[in-house]
């Protein structure tokens, strides 16, 4: 598999990521909640399975472009050799992570969690360092 299609599954978990939190409030809606309900810091309070779900859309954003960045550069610097061994184990790694946000905050899920983005990081700064080499 390639940088390329790594960067296709992150941005694919991405929007699956927002399309089952966005779900919820289609549920709300059918049944009966105004559809102008929700807005930006409104306090309306969601279970904290969508909560965690947003949250866990939200970290795959921040990371997705740094992500797409590096593999596409190294797509137009003719060095895939430098991202491809590494892509789909950042792509797992964000899965686990996604996954384990998801299943709860315990202070162990969370250093779960945190381990999984650490070796995202790792791994980013690796493809950063054979991008200059």
Avoid at 60 to 69: D, G, M, Q, R, S
Avoid at 105 to 115: H, I, K
Wanted: net charge positive.
């Amino acid at each position: 598999m390639t940088g390329i299609m790594a960067v296709l599954g992150f941005a694919l978990w991405t929007l699956l990521l927002v399309f089952i939190s966005v779900n919820w409030r289609v549920i709300e809606v059918l049944r009966g909640k105004a559809m102008n309900s929700w807005g930006r810091n409104d306090g309306i309070a969601r279970p904290a399975i969508v909560m965690r779900m947003e949250h866990a859309h939200l970290n795959c954003l921040e990371n997705l472009p740094i992500f797409a960045v590096l593999v596409f550069s190294a797509y137009f610097l003719n060095k895939q050799a430098a991202v491809d061994g590494l892509a789909f184990y950042v792509l797992y790694a964000r899965v686990a992570q996604s996954v384990t946000h998801l299943i709860g905050t315990t202070a162990t899920l969370v250093f779960v969690r945190a381990t999984f983005y650490v070796l995202q990081v790792l791994m980013f700064l690796t493809m950063f360092w054979r991008l200059l080499a």
